[in-house]
């Protein structure tokens, strides 16, 4: 038996945020988040009741523990964070904001502790110790070493024969399409379980038409036994290489757009761990309806809250 369901590497995270009406050059305060994709997915489902493993470097700061002590809450595992003294922490700014403005998001993610990781550094027994492994494009642009990192993390578990889940997770911030694709299209053939957005796709690999259209064009450019589609407020599509199931976007008042798509993810996760992949495409479309639905990039949930809302009719108050 693994010790891990699921293990990932990943970046940890401050968020500093202002609401829709303030700019962020006129800002006086700033709502305070913990996040980082990769743990945003292992956390939620650390608390849906799965054996999540989290690998990534902080500074042995203040603010290192703040991000440490955010994720032990959920329950995830961080055994194999490394500590460094003097180094940075990554932080993102987020300018909320309403039409004809799109909301805007700056990151400042050069030089920090988890950049500086290489291959050595790497517990590697840990990270493998699982039934499935985790990794998002969005980690490879943020250094040399640790695109080396996703990588060699992709080999060593194709090698032990653990399956791979990867997210394209495009930022154009931190890359170009033509950078993205030449440097995801040879790890997006290796994976098992593939995220990608409908833009990415459209943006990355050239896949257009209708979802479905999208999604084997995809297939072209994967091996893998499932590819999930995020169609934005039109919901998901999954495809198993048999059939497809397309599940329409849950009702939702948003309040915080960040950290919807790594919340599909972990619902998804949820339902594949479990065995049935469609359950978890229903899973995921509620999961991120969730996240929108709250502030922060983060899911607070349980299994049992999570069954509930996936079977019951909404109800504006519970008593």
């Known amino acids: 038996m693994t010790r891990f369901d699921v293990t990932t590497i990943g ?11 303030t700019r962020l050059e006129q800002a006086r305060q700033f709502d305070v988040y913990v996040t980082g994709t990769e743990a945003n997915v292992a956390c939620l489902l650390s608390r849906l009741g799965w054996r999540a493993g989290w690998v990534s470097a902080l500074p042995d700061n203040p603010l290192g523990r703040r991000v440490i002590n955010e994720y032990r809450l959920a329950g995830l595992d961080t055994s194999a964070v ?23 998001v700056f990151f400042d993610r050069q030089n920090t502790c988890f950049t500086m990781l290489t291959p050595a550094d790497i517990d590697w027994d840990y990270l493998l110790d699982t039934r499935l492994l985790h990794l998002s494009g969005l980690t490879v642009p943020l250094s040399p070493s640790i695109g080396a990192v996703v990588r060699e993390a992709l080999q060593r578990a194709k090698a032990a024969g653990i399956p791979v889940s990867f997210d394209v997770n495009y930022r154009e911030r931190l890359w170009t399409p033509e950078q993205a694709s030449d440097a995801l299209a040879p790890l997006i053939r290796q994976v098992d379980l593939l995220f990608c957005s409908r833009g990415d796709a459209q943006r990355l690999f050239g896949c257009s038409g209708s979802p479905e259209e999208i999604v084997q064009g995809l297939a072209r450019w994967t091996d893998a036994a ?20 397309y599940v329409p976007a849950r009702e939702v008042v948003i309040l915080d757009r960040v950290g919807a798509g790594d919340a ?29 639905s709250v502030y922060g990039d983060q899911v607070y949930t349980s299994a049992i809250e999570l069954e509930t809302l996936l079977d019951t009719p909404w109800s504006d108050i519970r008593r």
């Open 11 to 21: 970046e940890g995270q401050l968020r500093y945020c202002v609401p829709a009406g």
């Open 82 to 104: 490394r500590w460094m003294e003097g180094g940075r922490l990554a932080t993102y700014y987020v300018e909320f904001a309403v039409p004809p403005r799109s909301t805007q």
């Open 226 to 245: 499932q590819i999930v589609t995020t169609l934005s407020a039109d919901g998901v599509i999954g495809w198993d290489r048999q059939q497809f199931t």
């Open 264 to 292: 599909l993810v972990g619902g998804v996760l949820h339902g594949w761990l479990g065995g049935d992949f469609a359950r978890g495409l229903r899973c995921g479309a509620l999961t991120a309806a969730m996240a929108l």
